[in-house]
């Protein structure tokens, strides 16, 4: 550790004081981020790739990065290297912490000044110097910050019910906040991809989190607007699931697990970018841990758990065609186009069905134990392929 460094370093008081001293023995690019993913302070902009200048011209980190980052430091470890983003210039995050998650400090790898090079006694030095610096600073705001709250709830840190009561009145939490979970396991990095400034420009945002694969974004429900949400979706290629009110703060964990699951499931059939929480409510205990592949067999109406197996058999669409066909009001067409055949077609499928596992499709309480039976066995069959090869390779 360079002693000349720690004497100069006793007359920084501020963020751009320190990282300006440390620039002069780290040659790297470096940028500060807060807990909200917003740039405090960065150096040396003219050194940077095209994604560097972006973002410090932008003010805002990206979140896809985030998410790569996070999902990187599941090691446990204090920094992690990343050539994902561009393999001539790696980039190195180091967590900042200070009793809580305050950030990350970020370089951005030279030609002439190598990760290999780095004295990392020195940068994890600076790495705590700038968390108690940020530390005060959130302390001197006296603003409770609502982001830890909920990244409390997601690691089960709230170990009791008082607890809980307890954090909440503090963090002066929104308890009809709504909550849109956006899966980043299928994006893709590109330049201008700053989802959490283009969220907020459309949402009364609380809250933006990047955990696991995902983005978290808690928000006021004032009429949120469908269409924008869509839009900024399907430019993205992202899928997102809305629930429109958290209904457990205490087991949240678990809540979010299991919400994630079946995002997940749903991403795999690529039919829409946005889904609704309260369309699948009924199915949510199955996406959790409670239920092995046997025991959500066992839930599966016998005539569906037929047809399904015929289907594997003989690569035939029967429950496919039963899906669309009970799923739109019975009708033809509208399963016809979603199954890319002619009506016809449909219609045939139907009435050899009905003959085949005796089915009456004029009874309305029958066909919504089907459709239920159907959501399952698609889950069923997801399972069954991941179990068996950790990837997906053909939907029911």
């Known amino acids: 550790m360079n002693l000349e460094i720690l004497k100069a370093e006793e007359a920084c008081y501020s963020l751009k004081e320190l990282l300006d001293l440390y620039a002069n023995y780290i040659k790297n690019p470096m940028v500060v981020i807060n807990h909200n993913y917003e740039l405090l302070y960065y150096t040396q902009t003219n050194k940077g790739d095209n994604v560097y200048k972006e973002a410090t011209n932008a003010g805002v980190w990206s979140l896809e990065l985030i998410a790569i980052a996070n999902n990187a430091f599941k090691n446990k470890s204090e920094y992690v290297i990343l050539d994902s983003i561009n393999k001539n ?59 830890t709250f909920y990244k409390a ?90 629930v429109k009110k958290i209904l457990d703060y205490f087991s949240f964990n678990i809540y979010y697990k299991s919400l994630t699951n079946l995002l997940s499931f749903l991403e795999e059939s690529k039919r829409n970018v946005l889904y609704f929480e309260a369309d699948y409510k009924i199915y949510l205990p199955f996406f959790t841990d409670k239920y092995n592949i046997n025991e959500i067999k066992n839930f599966i109406d016998l005539k569906i758990m037929k047809i399904y197996n015929d289907d594997m058999k003989n690569e035939t669409d029967n429950i496919n065609t039963l899906y669309f066909y009970l799923s739109y009001d019975k009708s033809l067409s509208i399963a016809a186009n979603k199954l890319y055949i002619h009506r016809n077609t449909v219609s045939y499928r139907l009435m050899k069905m009905s003959d085949m596992y005796d089915m009456d499709f004029n009874d309305l309480m029958q066909n919504k134990i089907y459709l239920y039976s159907i959501f399952l066995v698609k889950y069923y069959h997801y399972k069954l392929l991941m179990n068996e090869t950790g990837f997906l390779l053909k939907k029911a």
């Open 89 to 147: 210039k790696r980039r190195l995050f180091y967590k900042i912490e200070h009793n809580t998650m305050l950030g990350y400090l970020v370089l951005l790898e030279e030609e002439n000044s190598t990760f290999d090079e780095l004295d990392y006694d020195t940068l994890k030095h600076l790495v705590n110097s700038i968390g108690k610096i940020l530390y005060l600073e959130d302390y001197k705001k006296n603003d409770a910050n609502i982001q």
């Open 153 to 242: 709830l997601l690691n089960s840190e709230y170990k009791t019910k008082d607890i809980l009561k307890t954090k909440i009145e503090d963090y002066k939490v929104n308890l009809d906040a709504s909550l849109l979970i956006i899966s980043l396991s299928k994006a893709s990095f590109s330049q201008n991809n700053y989802l959490k400034v283009k969220l907020e420009s459309v949402l009364a945002v609380n809250a933006v989190i990047a955990y696991d694969d995902n983005v978290l974004i808690f928000f006021n429900n004032d009429n949120m607007p469908l269409s924008k949400i869509t839009d900024i979706l399907i430019d993205n290629n992202l899928t997102a699931l809305y």
